[in-house]
């Protein structure tokens, strides 16, 4: 008992500064103020909320030390480089260290350090893939335990592909997840990081008959990246998340797809009115980015070779319509856009400019007071940070993202990364907050795996490099952008910037780029075989029209 209690004191001295507590929970569950003027924090308890179990940190909170940072872990970048990154301190007493969730303790000397990653998307599997597993253990924490290709997401909405050809499970990307005995794959939702402690606490999704309800645990980690995601934007608009369909996910594409199949079937009953039959099998998309275009061209692909031949009662009643702000496709060169508007008109697209004001279970109102009936609304607006991300003490990038460095560090705390939708460079560094784009995740993740698996064998424990030198930052060069219209058309632009001159083609021959391009893009050769097959049976037998489930 003695020895466990000065085991405690000697890495309560030795933990260093700084802290991030995030999640679900409320603030005034978090922290609590006693009397006097310490700071208490409470973490939640596997055991029933009702017993009112509270561990508090009774130190108290003085400011971090940065000049310390420089001799432990992975170098830090100081306050005084990066001003928005200072955090105030929250010393952990010895009483927290006594466990109320189980999981997995930190790492021993002489075994392999713990890389914790927070994700499956783009920038996670990429990292993931490219982790050398015999310098590090690696735990995936995530809510879904596969990667979706993203891109070729809209073609699933509408049978052109299988849902499964667009997903891969982790565990094919990073065989060890599947394998190795210390590494592992979690189905959970990180809610909160402790990097005081290098431990973060999870909430399982899909409880069961797990021996709690919510079942909670831990993970104690040597490196922390953060690849957690994005969230679709809904700019606060009444009615958005309640009545629209957002495209990020495959049960995202699955819910479209069942409600497409539905209207179509419903509007063919007899008794319908002509108004109600126009209104079931009205499908408007909200955003005109490149998954609303590609959507938009799917649809009328859809509807142009399938519905007229299979329900011919109601071939023309159905329409789409793409409404957006501005110009579609506005990072695009100005002839490809004027393209794709001439081209989804000639396929039946209605475009229209105007911006939402709110959205009603059978209609959406415009800012000029137009009421647009639809049977079918798809939300394509963008991305911002999740509530995870939000919830965390961290700093932000414009934008509300994890802020990074150069090297995808988060400054102020020791061995924490982000990479992906969720991280942003801090205004101090002078580098630009990059888009949201699938090349610039997978492109931050292969430089930051890259950078572990050099540093590996030297600096991959918690706080144990000294002057270690990472090379050169990260620098993203753009290789362009493409975006299939629809009846075997697509936009090629390969301009380093929006401003930049540079080759751009659109028609069938860059379809053939885009399909091929895509095609070798999938992870996985098995996949690869998938959506060749897929395209191949459409092209043969047309889009599987069956509705199950």
Sequence with gaps: MAFERIARTARSSYRRSGGAYGGHRSEKDM???????RKYCSLPSLENDARNRTFSYLSSIPKVNHSSYWSRGLRTTPSYKYPSA??????????????????????????????????????????????????????????????????????TCVGTLEFRSVAEPVSRIQSALATNPNSYFYLANCFSIDTQKHEVYCETVGHGDLPSDPYRFRVAYDKLVIAAGSEPLTFGIKGVAEHAFFLREVYHAQEIRKKLLLNL????????????????????????????????????????????????HVKDYIKVTLIEANEILSSFDVGLRQYATNHLTKCGVNLMRGVVKEVHAKKIVLNDGTDVPYGLLVWSTGVGPSQFVKSLNLPKS?????????????????????????????????????????????????????????????????MSAKDISLGEPFVYKHLGSMASVGSYKALVDLRKSKDSKGISHAGFVSWFIWR??????????????????????????????SRIG
């Excluded at 400054?411 to 949201?436: K, Y």
């Excluded at 959506?531 to 092209?539: G, S, Y």
């Design 516 to 545: 091929s391009a895509y095609l070798t893009r999938v992870v996985s050769w098995r996949n690869r075989f998938y959506v060749a097959v897929n395209w191949a049976t459409t092209l043969v037998f047309g889009r599987d029209n």
């Design 265 to 312: 079937m419903l509007s063919e009953n007899p008794g319908i009115s002509e108004e109600e039959r126009k209104r079931l099998l009205h499908c408007v998309v909200i955003g005109g980015g490149p998954t609303g275009v590609e959507f938009s061209g799917e649809l009328s692909d859809f509807i142009m070779k399938d519905v007229r031949e299979r329900y011919t």
């Design 31 to 37: 922290f609590s103020e006693g009397a006097s003027t």
């Design 398 to 462: 414009p934008g509300g993202r994890v802020g990074v460095d150069g090297w995808m560090r988060v400054p102020s705390v020791e061995d924490v990364f982000a990479l992906g939708d969720c991280a942003g460079f801090l205004e101090e560094t002078g580098m630009p907050v990059l888009p949201a784009l699938a090349q610039v995740a997978e492109r931050q993740g292969k430089f930051l795996v890259e950078l572990f698996n050099r540093i590996g064998k030297e600096a991959g424990k918690a």
């Design 86 to 155: 200072e955090i105030i301190v929250k010393e952990s007493d010895s009483e927290c260290n006594d466990p109320k969730y189980p999981g997995l303790q930190a790492t021993k000397p002489g075994e392999k350090p713990r890389v914790v990653v927070l994700g499956t998307g783009w920038a996670a599997c990429r990292f993931l893939k490219g982790l050398d597993t015999k310098i590090y253990d690696v735990v995936c924490i995530s809510p879904r335990n596969h990667m979706v290709f993203t891109p070729l997401l809209p073609s």
